[in-house]
């Protein structure tokens, strides 16, 4: 027998916050990130927003090593689509302390924004944390 697949929503009373711009998009992530080891190993965190920009729910997507965390678009992509996103905010730490996106870090962005297009997803921004300051990818004119 075939097990059932069901999507079940359910809004709650939390409040959700509208994302703006990249001081609204840093505000609403940066407290995902565990203080204990944001600057000890990378992690991969996405928030889902409505067609308003106000968020849905937000998941931790890949939880890496010191220098790099491997994130799945297909993992990323299903969650959107099972929460009835129209946008996602993507985010991840640099436990170094800088914020300069990678090489890797604007593939994988490109590449994200490429599969987003074709569901019919937008790439908010894509914000690198650290624990003094971040980086914007839609500021640096990189989405």
Known sequence: ???????RYRTSHVQKLKINDSKSAYSCVKDLFDPDTVEYRESFYAV??????YTIGWSQISLGGLTSTILDGRILFTLALMSGASAILLSHNHPSGNTEPSHTDLKLTSKLVEMGK???????????VTTKSYYSFVDEGKI
């Not at 027998?1 to 999507?7: D, Y």
């Not at 889902?48 to 920009?53: A, C, I, P, Q, V």
């Open 1 to 7: 027998m075939m097990p059932e697949m069901k999507i």
């Open 48 to 53: 889902f927003l409505n067609r308003n920009n």
């Open 118 to 128: 074709l569901l019919d997803l937008t790439i908010l921004d894509h914000i690198i």
